[in-house]
């Protein structure tokens, strides 16, 4: 039975490190022509509007997107700049951000006639949201489990594939549930840039998910964690969140720590992010 609700955390600092992450990716793999399948395992409801009871009882965004919303007219980063524009594009009045947009909106605003998009969603009711939503012709969605469907649908038809895997961690077994689902669909799709995340909690279950990834056998698996707490401030609940890249786009690290140079101080006196290799070449 699932419970977990993105809505009550969409926009958080979390959300803001996995999309701008994934919005970077993407920009690098449109510099080709080629086609991509995007898959989104794990895809929520789409769009979330801030006003809903659900943002409203804990305010997570205030101390995520807000915090970028309200310095964007003097950001100097130019994917700082783009990843705001584009959030932009998505507000129904410029003044005020009410609505933030979930890993699948991304994806969709920057699909190509070439490409397509495949959405999974296990929760029936957020799946209900989901079909709600307006999204380009070329995205599908699936009401069931996407670490089973990304399996099934591999190999994709076309030349180029990107993965997004983003499960809400309600049960431990998730992470290693995860790793057994990368090593194969890397069997599968080898070229595949590959993106997953995870919280960064006191009990520290994200360990299961590094180590079986850094012994799995897959090569060039880069990682970064943006932490807003540190872990000892926090008894319960996320005080950091890590992203993981199979295949990353060369320039992603740079490009990035560049927009974290100047996002960290803006959301908060602790806040830190590094990156490196968990696995290299
Ligand atoms: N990726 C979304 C985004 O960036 O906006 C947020 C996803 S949220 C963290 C996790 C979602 O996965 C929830 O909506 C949950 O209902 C859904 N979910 C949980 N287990 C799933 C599974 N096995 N397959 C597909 N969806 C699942």
């Known amino acids: 039975m699932l419970s977990y609700q993105h809505a009550y955390h969409a926009g958080n600092f979390a959300d803001v490190h996995k999309h701008l992450t994934l919005f970077a990716v993407v920009d690098y793999l449109l510099r ?17 509007p801030l006003v809903s009871k659900e943002s409203q009882r804990l305010q997570e965004y205030r101390e995520g997107v807000e915090k970028l919303w309200q310095a964007k007219r003097t950001l100097n980063d130019p994917l700082l700049r783009q990843w705001c524009d584009a959030l932009s594009s998505l507000q129904p009045s410029s003044a005020a951000i009410t609505h ?22 296990l929760h029936p009711g957020e799946h209900r949201y989901l079909e709600d939503q307006r999204l380009s012709e070329n995205a599908t969605r699936t009401y069931g489990d996407g670490l089973a469907g990304l399996t099934q649908r591999l190999p994709v038809a076309t030349p180029r594939l990107c993965v997004l895997i983003d499960p809400s961690y309600e049960r431990k077994g998730e992470y290693q549930e995860v790793v057994e689902a990368v090593v194969q669909a890397m069997k599968k799709a080898r070229h595949a840039v590959v993106m997953i995340w995870y919280p ?10 590094l180590e079986g990834l850094a012994a799995s056998g897959i090569r060039k698996i880069w990682h970064s964690v943006l932490c807003l707490r540190s872990p000892g401030e926090q008894r319960h609940g996320m005080y950091g969140s890590g992203m993981l ?34 696995v290299g070449e």
């Not at 080709?32 to 769009?47: E, F, L, N, Q």
């Open 32 to 48: 080709k022509k080629t086609s991509i399948t995007y898959i989104d395992t794990h895809a929520g409801r789409g769009v979330y």
């Open 100 to 121: 933030y947009p979930g890993s699948p909106w991304w994806l969709h605003q920057r699909l190509r006639g070439q490409d397509t998009l495949q959405l999974f969603e």
């Open 200 to 209: 960064l909690l006191p009990a520290a279950h994200h360990h299961a998910l």
């Open 245 to 278: 890249v199979i295949n990353p786009p060369w320039g992603l690290d740079e490009r990035l720590a560049a927009a974290m140079r100047e996002m960290t101080p803006l959301l908060g006196p602790y806040c830190h992010y590094r990156a490196d290799w968990l």
